[in-house]
Nanobody, 113 residues
């Protein structure tokens, strides 16, 4: 059973930066797309960013220009660097492996104004 282990998150002030990480112990890691989702209280889950095996990335409108998704295949880890954080970025952040439909555990990010 593949597991996605998420780390990072926490409580930060507005305009701060934070990075969350997701490590997946799977073979052929470099061949998979990986995504970050988030879910704010009372809201539906939202796709934040996706990175492909060729390191092409796509972002939701709310993340463009502020968030950067990256991957380190040697460490089997995908990162989400979040800059200029806003209170509306407060949510639980999850990584997702679409090919296997597996979710990592969420990590809570709270941005105070």
């Amino acid at each position: 059973q593949v597991r996605l282990v998420v780390s990072g998150g926490g409580l930060v002030q507005s305009v701060a930066s934070l990075r969350v990480s997701c490590t997946a112990a799977i073979i052929f890691y470099s061949t998979y797309c990986l995504s970050w989702y988030r879910q704010a209280p009372g809201k539906q889950s939202e796709l934040v960013a996706t990175i492909t095996p060729t390191v092409t990335s796509n972002y939701a409108g709310s993340a463009k220009g502020r968030f950067t998704i990256s991957r380190d295949n040697a460490k089997k880890t995908v990162y989400l660097q979040m800059n200029s954080l806003k209170p509306e970025d407060t949510a639980a952040y999850y990584c997702y492996l679409p090919a296997s439909r597996i979710w990592g555990q969420g990590t809570q990010l709270t941005v105070s104004s």
